[in-house]
């Protein structure tokens, strides 16, 4: 793999979406974006190949913006992961934990570590994401400050690791999706498969009902349907599905068949390997 291969991230350094690039993309530099519009955006300019998207938690559930976003990059998902998160809490090097009084983090990592912030008494601050949090800590020292990040945040910005794991619940987990400019679909005989999909139904009664049907009386297993709206409007609903199986399976194709006499669009965001955990 040349060595100029590149992967954006929404981010800064150190964020668990690095980590996600390092661990399953390890031949790729990881790129920072900003927002979640620019790391797409970077794969679509070409400034990057892939992009490493988070698009839910096991404990808060899917991650904002993102169902809005896939249908209009014109990307393709290539393949799933599912990272377990592991908060660490860290201080700058030599500050006693004893007279530690603050930890700051994103909102969610400082709701998914409530055991050890009532433990210690420290006051919880929300900052802008795990990595900021860090980052500012090292750039504005003060030792009376924790933070909650990942242990590659830790590396980055200097800080010391004074109680690893600190997370309440060790079945959090994210589940990430690696973004491509080209599809590439695996054959059938290469193991599970996820089909990954959105569509908007006809506005008729029972549209959704009946489009969805033809997926139980094929057999096709639906793991997650969710809706959003679209442009803002109670009246139009865009739905993302995931279902294992190959567009090839004669099963899968009669139900896409049957969901299409029912929806104004249809667009395959992807077919790749379903991760191992799932």
């Keep these: 793999m040349a060595e100029n291969k590149k992967i954006a991230f929404q981010g800064e350094a150190g964020a668990y979406s690095e980590v996600a690039c390092g661990l399953y993309a390890p031949g790729y530099t ?28 096991s404990l808060a559930g899917r991650v904002s913006d993102i169902h809005h976003l896939l249908p209009q990059t014109n990307l393709h998902i290539i393949a799933e992961h599912f990272l377990p998160i592991r908060h660490q809490l860290m201080a700058l090097p030599g500050a006693d934990p004893a007279k530690l009084t603050k930890v700051r983090s994103h909102a969610m990592a400082l709701g998914q570590c409530r055991d050890m912030i009532e433990r210690r008494k420290l006051l919880p601050e929300v900052a802008g994401d795990t990595a900021g949090a860090a980052r500012i800590l090292a750039e504005t020292p003060d030792n009376t400050v924790a933070v909650i990040a990942s242990e590659l945040a830790a590396t980055h910005y200097g800080l010391e690791i004074i109680e690893p794991e600190v997370q309440d619940a060790d079945h959090n ?40 049907g033809g997926f139980a009386t094929n057999g096709i297993n ?57």
């Design 30 to 57: 990881p790129l920072p974006c900003p927002t979640f519009d620019l790391a797409f955006r970077a794969v679509t300019e070409g400034d990057a190949d892939l992009a490493m998207i988070p698009i839910e938690n």
């Design 173 to 212: 987990t994210t589940r990430f999706l690696t973004m491509s400019r080209e599809a590439y679909m695996p054959s059938k005989d290469e193991g599970r498969v996820v089909t990954s999909f959105v569509f908007q139904v006809r506005n008729i009664p029972a549209a959704l009902y009946k489009g969805l």
């Design 222 to 278: 639906m793991t997650k349907l969710e809706s959003y709206m679209v442009n803002g409007s109670f009246n139009a609903t865009m739905f993302y599905a995931d279902i294992e199986g190959h567009p090839d399976d004669r099963a899968v194709r009669l139900a896409l068949e049957e969901l299409g006499f029912f929806t104004a669009n249809l667009k395959i965001l992807g077919v790749y390997k379903s991760d191992r955990p799932r």
